[in-house]
């Protein structure tokens, strides 16, 4: 028994599942979940001592690598200073600067703890802004496990909301409309059903919870000018997003300014750390200036802080998105050839520093294609690449992420590995 099983035996005798978190389980490819035990640059090592080239990097946050110099250094420094306070410190109002500074909708923002207890407090904001009650959101969109936001999509055009876990009530979810991603025609019919009554149109503007899906062209355009018409106000995920697909996130990518933002992952860089924001006068609602009631101990946790600030100032500096897209670019293309030298049929989607392998013929456009994927052959390629050490996202709808530690020689050996392992699902 390695060590990793032998953890995992004693963690689901205390821990649900042995996990704090579903999808660690490994249960969407079978097996034992690694435990790991330290990380460094694009690697980490599980507790058999182990090496994996890793393409998770926590989520997404890892974008600079893991046990960056500079980040820990800042961590380690504000650590000495004290790990909590539940008071406001110098490093939450340079944070803020930054995100401000960086993020083309953000005006004010609130900093929060995870990526869930954003986007539950982004819309709480817009309904007391709007004085509305309903939320649209899409198909395969994951925003966190607050209870409106689980839920099964419909059939059809757009439907109510049913939940998509026990313990939700049918209450909880029954304003919540679910219509197709990338299908302009289903939000245009939302809207006409349920228009007056509508207080914001939450999206992931490129999605990494079905699998990386871009948007099509004009979608997100199409999603503010209906939105803006509507009186609603239009809410970008970019938990996975922010700070990755470009210093702006997607919003500056694409061009497209939402009313408001949820942050997540880097902008805490990599420790728990998340923000929600918008133009000044919607935040204006927010308790104390306003009515709309949200607050947290550790929020603008100052270690949180300090590796934000350190995060962002690398990130922003010349020429990083540009090296970052030459080493996405590299992977995207050797992953390609691969498939193709295994006669392996796949699409391969990638934005920015985001990419997915489906095992389909493909195009995936939204969750109804994603879902038409193998998820068999991909486990098959899973483990296959994890027995030449490379860790992906243990479940086919999951996006995976390069990061700036993932030099040539790390491409290079992904991509060899990945000749072997396409013959082994194909």
């Not at 046990?67 to 939450?92: D, F, I, L, M, N």
């Not at 309903?134 to 109510?160: P, Q």
């Not at 059903?193 to 079905?210: F, K, Q, S, T, Y």
């Not at 728990?272 to 133009?279: S, T, V």
Request: charged share 20%.
């Amino acid at each position: 028994m390695t060590r990793s099983e032998e953890l995992f035996a004693r963690a689901q005798a205390v821990i649900p599942g042995g996990v704090s978190s579903p999808v660690r389980a490994f249960k969407a490819v079978g097996g034992s979940p690694l435990f790991v035990a330290r990380a460094e640059g694009a690697r980490f090592w599980d507790e058999d001592g182990r090496p994996f080239i890793d393409y998770v990097g926590s989520w997404g946050p890892m974008i600079l690598g893991h046990a960056q110099p500079a980040v820990v250094e800042a961590v380690r420094a504000a650590a000495s200073r004290g790990t909590s306070y539940g008071a406001p410190c110098a490093g939450e109002v340079e944070l803020a600067e930054r995100v401000v500074r960086h993020v083309p909708s953000i005006e004010k923002l609130r900093f929060v703890s995870s990526g869930t207890e954003a986007t539950m407090s982004a819309l709480r904001v817009a309904r007391g802004f709007t004085g509305r009650r309903k939320i649209l959101k899409f198909d395969g969109c994951y925003h966190g496990h607050a209870d409106s936001l689980l839920v099964a999509a419909g059939s059809g055009v757009a439907t109510l909301g049913i939940p998509g876990s026990p313990g939700v009530p049918e209450a909880t979810v029954g304003d919540t409309l679910v219509a197709p991603f990338n299908d302009v025609s289903a939000v245009e019919a939302a809207v006409a059903a349920h228009g007056r009554d509508l207080a914001a149109i939450i999206v992931e503007p490129v999605c990494g919870n079905m699998g990386t899906v871009a948007p099509g062209p004009g979608y997100l355009q199409a999603l503010r000018e209906i939105s803006r018409a509507n009186g609603t106000l239009l809410v970008f995920d970019e938990v996975m997003t922010g700070f990755r697909v470009a210093l702006g996130g997607a919003q500056g990518a694409y061009g497209v300014r939402p009313d408001m933002t949820c942050l997540g992952k880097i902008v805490g860089g990599g420790l728990p750390a998340a923000a929600y924001g918008g133009r000044a006068h919607v935040m204006a609602v927010v308790a104390p200036d306003g009515p709309v009631y949200q607050a947290g101990t550790l929020s603008g946790n100052p270690l949180a802080m300090a590796a934000g600030v350190a995060m962002l100032d690398l990130l922003a500096r010349p020429g990083t998105y540009e090296a970052l897209e030459a080493a996405s670019a590299r992977l995207e293309a050797g992953l390609r050839q691969s498939a193709r030298a295994a006669s392996c049929t796949v699409t391969l989607n990638r934005v920015a520093s985001m990419l997915t392998v489906f095992f389909c013929a493909g195009p995936v456009t939204d969750y109804a294609t994603a879902k038409a994927s193998d998820t068999k052959r991909f486990a098959r390629f899973f483990h296959a690449m994890l027995e030449r050490g490379v860790y992906l996202p243990p479940a086919q709808y999951e996006a995976a992420f390069v990061s700036l530690a993932h030099g040539e020689a790390e491409i290079d050996a992904t991509v060899a590995a990945a000749r072997e392992a396409f013959e082994a699902a194909a």
